[in-house]
C-alpha cells in the first residue's frame, strides 16, 4: 500500500539547512494501522506531507499502491487521504451536509451521495449527530467527522493522520481510537503519528519510533520492547514521606537495580525479571516498609525513553 525509501528531507533556508528527514524506510500494508511516534521537531509531518505529495523529497522513493508520488503526483493522490495536523472543520454545515459535500467532490455522483453518506456516517458512529453543526459539536466528534471526510470518495487506500488525538481531552481520546481502530476492517492502510506514546501502543500493528528525523526503532510494541536489556520495572512512589528504614531499603535496591528515572516523588529502576522469586520478596519487604513500590513488565514508554534523548526533542 505504501512503500517509503530512503526519503530524506531538507529545508533550505537563509540561517542554514535544516535535515527533518533522514534516510526513513517505511512499509504500511493494507488493513494495516502504523504509528509513527516521536517527540516535537522529530520529522514526523514533514514525512506526511512528502508521503500526501504536498511536498517533494530531497532524496528517496514514496509509492502509493504501486504510483510512484513524485513521479505521478495526480495518480498516486487519488489513493490518499490526510487529514492535517491541527485541521478543523470550517464550513457552517450540519455533519451530514460536510461529509456529502467531501463525498461529491471527490467523485461519488449525486444520485448515490445521499446512500453513501449515510453508509459512512453510521461506520463512523455519527448517525445520531448528522442534523449537528459541525462547529457546535465537542472537540472529539469534530475529529471524527474529520476521519468521516476523509474516508469519503471511491479511491482511498491509505489514510494519513497527523496527530489524529492531539487536543482531545482523554476521554475522547479513547472514542477516537475505537473508530480508528475499527477501520481495519475496510482494509485501508492507515499512517498516523503521534507523540503519545499510548496512543501507538493502543493502535499500531507496528510503531516507527522517530527522532532526529531518523527511525530510531520499527516493529511490532513487543519487539521493540524485547530489545531493552532488561524485562520489568521497579517503579516507587511517595519519596517525599520517607521513613529512615525505607530511605536505607530503598538506596540497597537502587544499589542492585539501575535508575532509570527519579523525580521527588517517584523513581524507577531496571530489574532483568519481574517476576523472579527473590524480586518479588524484595519489593514486599519494601512494601512492609511502609514503601509504595511495585513491578511491572516494560512497556513500550520504557523503550521509548531509552531512544529519545530529551535533550533533542524541541519541547511540547
Ligand atoms: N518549512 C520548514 N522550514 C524549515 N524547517 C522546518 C520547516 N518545517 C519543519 N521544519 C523543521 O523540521 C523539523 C521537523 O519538523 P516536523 O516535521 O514538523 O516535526 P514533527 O511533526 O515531528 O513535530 C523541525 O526541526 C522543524 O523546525
Ligand atoms: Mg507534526
Same mark, same amino acid.
Given at each position: 500500500?505504501?512503500?517509503?525509501?530512503?526519503?530524506?528531507?531538507t529545508y533550505?533556508s #537563509?540561517?542554514?539547512?535544516? @535535515?527533518?528527514?533522514?534516510?526513513?524506510?517505511?512499509t504500511?500494508?493494507?488493513g494495516e494501522i502504523?504509528?509513527?511516534? *516521536?517527540?516535537?521537531?522529530?520529522?514526523k =509531518?514533514t514525512?506526511?506531507?512528502?508521503? &500526501?505529495?504536498q511536498l517533494l523529497?530531497?532524496?528517496g522513493t514514496?509509492?502509493?499502491?504501486?504510483?510512484?508520488? /513524485?513521479?505521478h503526483p495526480?495518480a498516486?493522490?487519488?489513493?490518499? %487521504?490526510?487529514? +492535517?495536523?491541527?485541521c478543523?472543520?470550517?464550513?457552517n454545515?450540519t455533519?451530514?451536509?460536510? /461529509?456529502?459535500?467531501?463525498a461529491?467532490l471527490?467523485?461519488?455522483?449525486?444520485?448515490?451521495a445521499r446512500r453513501y453518506?449515510?453508509d459512512?456516517? @453510521?461506520? =463512523?458512529?455519527?448517525?445520531?449527530?448528522? $442534523?449537528?453543526?459541525v462547529?457546535?459539536?465537542?472537540? *472529539?466528534?469534530r475529529?471524527?467527522v474529520l476521519?468521516?471526510?476523509a474516508?469519503?470518495g +471511491?479511491?482511498? #487506500?491509505?489514510?494519513?493522520?497527523?496527530?489524529?488525538? =492531539?487536543?482531545v481531552?482523554p476521554?475522547? #481520546?479513547?472514542?477516537?481510537?475505537q473508530?480508528?481502530?475499527?477501520? !481495519?476492517?475496510r482494509r485501508i $492502510?492507515?499512517?498516523?503519528?503521534?507523540?503519545?506514546i499510548?496512543e501507538?501502543e493502543?493502535l499500531?500493528? !507496528?510503531?516507527a519510533?522517530?527522532?532526529?528525523? !531518523?527511525?530510531?526503532?520499527?516493529g511490532?510494541?513487543?519487539?521493540i520492547?524485547d530489545r531493552? +536489556?532488561?524485562r520489568? !520495572?521497579l517503579?516507587?512512589? $511517595?519519596?517525599?514521606?520517607?521513613?529512615?528504614?525505607?530511605?536505607a531499603?530503598?538506596r540497597?535496591?537502587? @544499589?542492585?537495580?539501575? &535508575? =532509570?528515572f527519579?523525580?521527588?516523588?517517584?523513581?524507577?529502576?531496571?530489574?532483568?525479571d519481574?517476576?523472579?522469586?527473590?524480586v518479588? @520478596?524484595?519489593?514486599?519487604?519494601?512494601h512492609?516498609l511502609?514503601?509504595?513500590?511495585?513491578?511491572a513488565?516494560?512497556?513500550?514508554e520504557?523503550?521509548y525513553?531509552?531512544?529519545?534523548?530529551?535533550s533533542t526533542?524541541?519541547g %511540547?
Amino acid at each position: 500500500m505504501l512503500e517509503v525509501r530512503g526519503v530524506s528531507k531538507t529545508y533550505k533556508s #537563509r540561517r542554514g539547512d535544516k @535535515r527533518a528527514n533522514d534516510a526513513i524506510d517505511l512499509t504500511v500494508r493494507p488493513g494495516e494501522i502504523v504509528a509513527l511516534l *516521536g517527540p516535537n521537531g522529530a520529522g514526523k =509531518t514533514t514525512l506526511l506531507r512528502q508521503i &500526501a505529495g504536498q511536498l517533494l523529497p530531497s532524496a528517496g522513493t514514496i509509492e502509493v499502491a504501486g504510483v510512484d508520488m /513524485v513521479r505521478h503526483p495526480l495518480a498516486a493522490k487519488e489513493f490518499i %487521504s490526510v487529514i +492535517p495536523q491541527e485541521c478543523e472543520p470550517k464550513l457552517n454545515l450540519t455533519v451530514e451536509e460536510h /461529509v456529502r459535500y467531501f463525498a461529491q467532490l471527490k467523485g461519488v455522483p449525486r444520485s448515490d451521495a445521499r446512500r453513501y453518506t449515510t453508509d459512512l456516517l @453510521r461506520a =463512523t458512529g455519527l448517525e445520531t449527530y448528522q $442534523g449537528k453543526l459541525v462547529r457546535e459539536l465537542s472537540g *472529539g466528534l469534530r475529529r471524527r467527522v474529520l476521519i468521516a471526510i476523509a474516508l469519503a470518495g +471511491p479511491h482511498v #487506500r491509505l489514510l494519513l493522520l497527523d496527530e489524529p488525538t =492531539t487536543g482531545v481531552d482523554p476521554e475522547a #481520546r479513547r472514542s477516537v481510537w475505537q473508530l480508528i481502530d475499527g477501520l !481495519r476492517a475496510r482494509r485501508i $492502510g492507515i499512517l498516523l503519528t503521534t507523540h503519545y506514546i499510548e496512543e501507538a501502543e493502543y493502535l499500531a500493528d !507496528r510503531v516507527a519510533i522517530v527522532n532526529g528525523g !531518523r527511525v530510531v526503532a520499527e516493529g511490532t510494541v513487543q519487539a521493540i520492547r524485547d530489545r531493552l +536489556p532488561y524485562r520489568g !520495572r521497579l517503579e516507587v512512589r $511517595g519519596l517525599d514521606h520517607l521513613t529512615p528504614e525505607g530511605r536505607a531499603s530503598l538506596r540497597e535496591a537502587e @544499589r542492585k537495580y539501575p &535508575a =532509570t528515572f527519579r523525580t521527588g516523588n517517584i523513581e524507577r529502576l531496571q530489574v532483568q525479571d519481574p517476576f523472579r522469586a527473590d524480586v518479588i @520478596r524484595e519489593v514486599e519487604g519494601l512494601h512492609a516498609l511502609g514503601l509504595e513500590a511495585s513491578l511491572a513488565p516494560v512497556s513500550l514508554e520504557d523503550a521509548y525513553l531509552s531512544l529519545v534523548d530529551g535533550s533533542t526533542a524541541e519541547g %511540547s
